[in-house]
């Protein structure tokens, strides 16, 4: 009998309730099936004079979900929550909210990165912890808590990222899960555990951090009130919550290969068993994200289609993706660039005008119409990825012949094709519902319903679509 199992998926932008289960009409070559049942919005918004997300609006679209799948006749044994990293709240003694989850586009953290190498120098906390230094990151965060209100760190007795708080309030039971955590820029890279000396250097508490725990853990079951609520009683499983760590999970490959998790963020970057945290890799800025398995994920944050999706907005939605790729091809002989990594397309007040402006400090021609800034931006995508994939070679001594595009971004052929030209390498891409794929996946290693990673990604490659782009 086939046991169905609940991905949630929640990006920048929007979340998704998708119920998973195998399908063993075939046992020699079970395939994995999933359906969407509940679709809602997320973004940040103003709150106070801070960018925060609206974390209740997310439970509650959660317990929605759960109550859609079951209208539909499904019997889901388990859920997984999966998304973005670096976020989180601080519960006081009651389990009450002390903070807002304040978002990492908030403007808080200006300044503070550089403040906090004043203390602890960037060799340092690189060697510790071998996570890439955006101005973001969770460490930078608290420092500008510290900063601006000490007393709410003092008072705080429970720290949760954003899946860890959504899965404290469907269970009551609090915890850290790994991927997430190596996030935040101060779990140490050798013991895969707090770093609780760096926090002392930096003056902050460490009191309030949970025991880190690993993808596939069983963490417990909905509370009485939650599963009377939503009308089923079910697990709560730890996948690799951080929204990367679960895509990565499903690229259909078991030999090495580069990936590139394509949505609001690219990350482009290699699987490995051990980490990579030299000067030149420092110096590169890549990142040594914790993965399943004891794995590293060895990539390096690219801004990604957010600067698309706010011209997109900027133009009131009035092109779909599709159009801007059609538009993009006729403006095919458009050829100025922007360097995509620049801080000033993170959070711009009119992304459009910041690409103007960057290609006429530059000396290039100036976008002027939709196609123009598309073709810019595509162009400025394919020629940083190709850039990455260098430095990864250079890093570790050889030349690879394929990369594997997973995620939502897969399906703009226009980029996948410039890739292949700019790079020369081979692009295969999906499947591009990639991490709710990887979600599902570890679900089903942790019931035994699939063997191990490696059976999972034999499974994913022959249940999904599977296109190849060469130069």
């Known amino acids: 009998m086939e046991q169905h199992h609940l991905a949630v998926d929640i990006g920048a932008s929007s979340g998704r309730v998708i119920v998973s289960w195998l399908d063993q009409a075939n046992p020699k070559d079970p395939e994995l099936r999933l359906e969407e049942v509940h679709r809602f919005e997320n973004g940040a918004h103003d709150k106070n004079g801070q960018l925060v997300w609206d974390i209740d609006h997310l439970f509650i679209s959660i317990k929605e979900g759960i109550k859609a799948a079951v209208r539909l006749g499904y019997q889901p044994k388990s859920l997984g929550i999966d998304s973005w990293a670096v976020d989180f709240v601080l519960l006081d003694e009651e389990g009450e909210r002390l903070t807002d989850a304040v978002a990492y586009r908030d403007s808080r953290t200006d300044g503070i990165m550089e403040e906090v190498f004043q203390t602890v120098s960037k060799e340092e906390?690189?060697?510790?912890?071998?996570?890439?230094f955006q101005t973001f990151n969770t460490l930078y965060q608290l420092v500008a808590l510290n900063k601006s209100n000490p007393e709410v760190l003092q008072k705080a007795?429970?720290?949760?990222?954003?899946p860890d708080y959504l899965n404290y309030l469907l269970t009551g039971v609090a915890a850290n899960e790994y991927t997430n955590a190596s996030s935040t820029q101060f779990v140490n890279i050798e013991s895969k555990d707090w770093d609780k000396e760096l926090l002392e250097k930096l003056d902050l508490p460490t009191h309030f951090l949970q025991e880190i725990q690993l993808p596939g853990t069983h963490l417990g079951t909905l509370?009485?009130?939650?599963?009377?609520?939503?009308?089923?009683?079910?697990?709560?499983?730890?996948?690799?919550?951080?929204?990367?760590?679960?895509?990565?999970?499903?690229?259909?490959?078991?030999?090495?290969?580069?990936?590139?998790?394509?949505?609001t963020w690219s990350l482009l970057g290699i699987e490995t068993l051990e980490p990579i945290a030299t000067p030149q890799a420092l110096a590169y800025n890549f990142t040594n994200e914790g993965g399943v398995n004891g794995r590293y994920r060895f990539l390096k944050n690219i801004m990604g289609l957010w600067m698309i999706q706010?011209?997109?907005r900027l133009l009131d939605n009035q092109y779909s993706f599709a159009d801007f790729v059609t538009l993009a091809r006729i403006a095919k002989d458009f050829t100025s660039t922007v360097d995509v990594n620049d801080n000033r397309f993170?959070?711009?007040?009119?992304?459009?005008?910041?690409?103007?402006?960057?290609?006429?400090?530059?000396?290039?021609?100036?976008p002027t119409n939709p196609g123009e800034l598309a073709q810019t931006i595509f162009i400025s995508l394919a020629k940083s990825y190709t850039?990455?994939?260098?430095?990864?070679?250079?890093?570790k001594g050889i030349k690879y012949e394929q990369i594997n595009i997973i995620g939502g971004g897969s399906q703009n052929e226009l980029l996948n094709e410039l890739l292949a030209q700019e790079s020369g390498l081979t692009v295969v891409t999906g499947p591009t519902e990639a991490t709710a794929i990887g979600n599902a996946v570890i679900q089903l290693i942790a019931t035994k319903q699939i063997k191990d990673l490696e059976t999972a990604r034999q499974i994913i490659r022959q249940s999904f679509e599977i296109k190849e782009y060469n130069k």
């Open 310 to 312: 706010e011209v997109r």
């Open 387 to 395: 850039q990455t994939i260098q430095e990864i070679e250079s890093l």
């Open 157 to 162: 007795h429970t720290f949760l990222m954003i």
């Open 346 to 366: 993170l959070s711009p007040d009119n992304m459009i005008g910041e690409i103007q402006a960057a290609c006429r400090e530059s000396g290039q021609a100036v």
């Open 223 to 263: 509370s009485e009130e939650i599963a009377e609520e939503v009308g089923v009683q079910l697990e709560v499983i730890l996948p690799a919550t951080h929204d990367t760590a679960s895509a990565v999970v499903a690229v259909p490959e078991n030999k090495e290969t580069l990936y590139l998790s394509s949505g």
């Open 125 to 132: 906390i690189y060697d510790r912890t071998g996570i890439q």
